[in-house]
């Protein structure tokens, strides 16, 4: 039987209202949305909007940002630079700190690691080497001014294409293992933790594997509209993915033989680092 529409399309519905609430253009009332003054006009104007954005959608977002990736149909570049600010705005003094206070003690591996700066910088305050994988080739280009400028600093730094979900080597040097905003693309949670336990092997003398990401909300009822989470639970929508909620994530990282030693919540909403440790006992 089909779900309502509603529910087919919760987490998509709320992230297009609570843009439009902070754009002035609805309101929230107690239990509805209701159109502002601002959101009436608007309305009007839907067929221009269409006309433009949704008939040259892509010749709009080649112009602006290039052509996507082929590997992930996305703009891998864009995803690399944009997640890197967004990250050095709001998240990376405390994933930093999170990451110098396990006091690396041999190569820092960063999965998923886009433009490979906050890569650069964990290797930089641990003084070790570090290596960084993504599976985007644009990203891995632009990832390459990062490399040059740990050569100028003198940081032995490597980023190399790959697909982390089939790794076939395996780096014994590796003391840490990060992955940061990527592990919600591994789905569904059985291959999650698949994946998951072969870092394992790959990585056979890591201590630990930190994992930071973005989880689905816990209610959709989120009262402080702001732009992060509505983006994100909207984008993920339409790609047909739905984030795995916190519960689950911690239920994957079990089943993946892992301990979960820490939780830290992050600044951006819905999203938290995980310290995991292999956990001999349920390897
Ligand atoms: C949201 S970005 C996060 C980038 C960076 N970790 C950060 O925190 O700024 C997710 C990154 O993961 C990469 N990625 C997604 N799936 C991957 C996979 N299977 N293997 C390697 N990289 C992957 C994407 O290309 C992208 O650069």
Request: net charge negative.
């Amino acid at each position: 039987m089909e779900k309502d529409p509603w529910s087919a399309h919760r987490i998509k519905i709320t992230g297009v209202l609570q843009a439009l609430c902070r754009a002035g253009a609805v309101e929230h009332r107690d239990f509805s949305y209701e159109l502002t003054e601002l959101g009436s006009d608007l309305h009007q104007q839907a067929p221009i909007f269409k006309l433009w954005f949704g008939a040259y959608a892509s010749v709009l977002a080649d112009a602006v940002a290039g052509v996507p990736d082929p590997a992930t149909l996305v703009r891998g570049a864009v995803v690399a630079e944009s997640s890197s600010r967004v990250g050095a705005q709001y998240l990376d003094e405390t994933l930093l700190d999170l990451v110098a206070s396990l006091a690396p003690r041999g190569r820092v591996c960063d999965l998923g690691c886009g433009t490979g700066s906050r890569l650069l910088a964990m290797c930089t305050r641990a003084e070790q080497p570090g290596i960084g994988f993504d599976i985007s080739s644009t990203a891995v280009d632009a990832a390459q001014n990062t490399v040059r400028d740990a050569r100028v600093l003198g940081v032995d730094l490597e980023i190399q294409q790959a697909d982390v979900t089939m790794l076939t080597d395996t780096w014994p040097d590796v003391d840490i293992v990060t992955q940061a905003f990527m592990t919600h693309h591994i789905a569904p949670d059985d291959h999650c933790a698949d994946v998951l336990r072969s870092y394992r092997v790959r990585f056979p003398r890591a201590r630990y594997l930190v994992v930071f990401d973005t989880v689905a909300p816990a209610s959709t009822s989120a009262s402080s509209p702001e732009l992060f989470a509505p983006g994100f639970d909207y984008i993920h929508a339409l790609q047909g993915m739905e984030p795995r909620t916190r519960e689950a994530a911690r239920r994957v990282f079990a089943e993946a033989g892992y301990r979960c030693l820490r939780e830290i919540t992050l600044a951006v909403p819905n999203s938290y680092a995980w310290v995991l440790r292999p956990d001999d006992g349920a390897a």
